[in-house]
T-cell receptor
Framework: KNQVEQSPQSLIILEGKNCTLQ??????????LRWYKQDTGRGPVSLTI???SENTKSNGRYTATLDADTKQSSLHITASQLSDSASYIC??????????????WGLGTSLAVNP | KAGVTQTPRYLIKTRGQQVTLSCSPI?????VSWYQQTPGQGLQFLFE???????NKGNFPGRFSGRQFSNSRSEMNVSTLELGDSALYLC?????????????FGPGTRLLVL
């Protein structure tokens, strides 16, 4: 069964600190993995997309890694800011016939950055 | 370039009623997907439309339906509303390319069923 599991479920850190969020997946056949940031009351915003051949991708203070062998991904946030308080969602795309693909969404990690 | 827009932003309905939500994708995007988001379930995929055809469908009852127009605008309809349909409904658009595509989400429509 295709699944995406994220940990921790929630996290509280102090402003300026680093943190790492985890995503484990059992999705086949794998197409790509995405991380989204969702502020409260808003739609998700894409942070990174990684294909099978990519190990790491950065977007400012956000760095995502992908280990396709162990089917794990992480999102590292450096020098956190108050505006990083949000839900971070891992999404894995499963390849299908033709151009068809299916997205499997994790439940997200709720991050709170306190001053 | 304008982002994805959804109307209305907030809606209150009573059980048994029906509701229609609207989504205008980013100009040039031909794929529109709909999601339901609730606190305990996360984002649940409803359906995806591409060039006026439903390309993918999630595991929702037939009360949930959608359509896409020739200008790529999309609507979703929920008939015979239930209390459990209270949720944030998100629309996402993407440009159809052969590689991995980024979905751009609208702000959502928050539906409350009383």
């Amino acid at each position: 069964k295709n699944q995406v599991e994220q940990s921790p479920q929630s996290l509280i850190i102090l402003e300026g600190k680093n943190c790492t969020l985890q995503c484990n997946y059992t999705v086949s056949p794998f197409s790509n993995l995405r991380w989204y940031k969702q502020d409260t009351g808003r739609g998700p915003v894409s942070l990174t997309i990684m294909t099978f051949s990519e190990n790491t991708k950065s977007n400012g203070r956000y760095t995502a890694t992908l280990d396709a062998d162990t089917k794990q991904s992480s999102l590292h946030i450096t020098a956190s800011q108050l505006s990083d308080s949000a839900s971070y969602i891992c999404v894995v795309s499963a390849r299908g016939a033709g151009n068809n693909r299916k997205l499997i969404w994790g439940l997200g990690t709720s991050l709170a950055v306190n001053p | 370039k304008a982002g994805v827009t959804q109307t209305p932003r907030y809606l209150i309905k009573t059980r048994g009623q029906q509701v229609t939500l609207s989504c205008s994708p980013i100009s040039g995007h031909r794929s529109v997907s709909w999601y339901q988001q609730t606190p305990g379930q996360g984002l649940q995929f409803l359906f995806e439309y591409f060039s006026e055809t439903q390309r993918n469908k999630g595991n929702f009852p037939g009360r949930f339906s959608g359509r896409q127009f020739s200008n790529s605008r999309s609507e979703m309809n929920v008939s015979t509303l239930e209390l459990g349909d209270s949720a944030l409904y998100l629309c996402a658009s993407s440009a159809f390319v052969t590689g991995p595509e980024t979905q751009y989400f609208g702000p959502g429509t928050r539906l409350l069923v009383l």
